[in-house]
Nanobody, 125 residues
Framework: QVRLVESGGGLVQAGGSLRLSCAAS????????MAWFRQAPGKDREFVAG???????DYADSVKGRFTISKDNARKTVLLQMNSLKDEDTAIYYC???????????????????WGQGTQVTVSS
């Protein structure tokens, strides 16, 4: 069992930045592939960014060049740096983890077993 706790969400003006953090209770992040998803009101949960245990990354086209996912294995924390935020980035952001079964990032939320409770990000124009 892995417990994930997100933090860092909030209200920010368009063009601003936020950094989300996901603290994991796992014995080691190197045993998991990690990802961030988001869900806006009335929409399906969508992939934002992912990171394999070998630090291979993948990003949704909508955030590429603006968001950066990274991890600190020693602190068992996954970060999502979000820059140049837009109104359409407003959503609840979730951290997710899955056991290592592939070398690439999965964008399918159904493949992720462990989820955090989510943190709200609101971008105002």
């Amino acid at each position: 069992q892995v417990r994930l706790v997100e933090s860092g969400g909030g209200l920010v003006q368009a063009g601003g930045s936020l950094r989300l953090s996901c603290a994991a209770s796992a014995r080691a992040l190197t045993a998991y592939n990690m990802a961030w998803f988001r869900q806006a009101p009335g929409k399906d949960r969508e992939f934002v960014a992912g990171l394999t245990w070998r630090a291979i990354t993948d990003y949704a086209d909508s955030v590429k060049g603006r968001f950066t996912i990274s991890k600190d294995n020693a602190r068992k924390t996954v970060l999502l740096q979000m820059n140049s935020l837009k109104d359409e980035d407003t959503a609840i952001y979730y951290c997710a983890a899955k056991g290592v079964s592939s070398l690439s990032v999965s964008r399918d939320p159904n493949e992720y077993v462990f989820w955090g409770q989510g943190t709200q990000v609101t971008v105002s124009s």
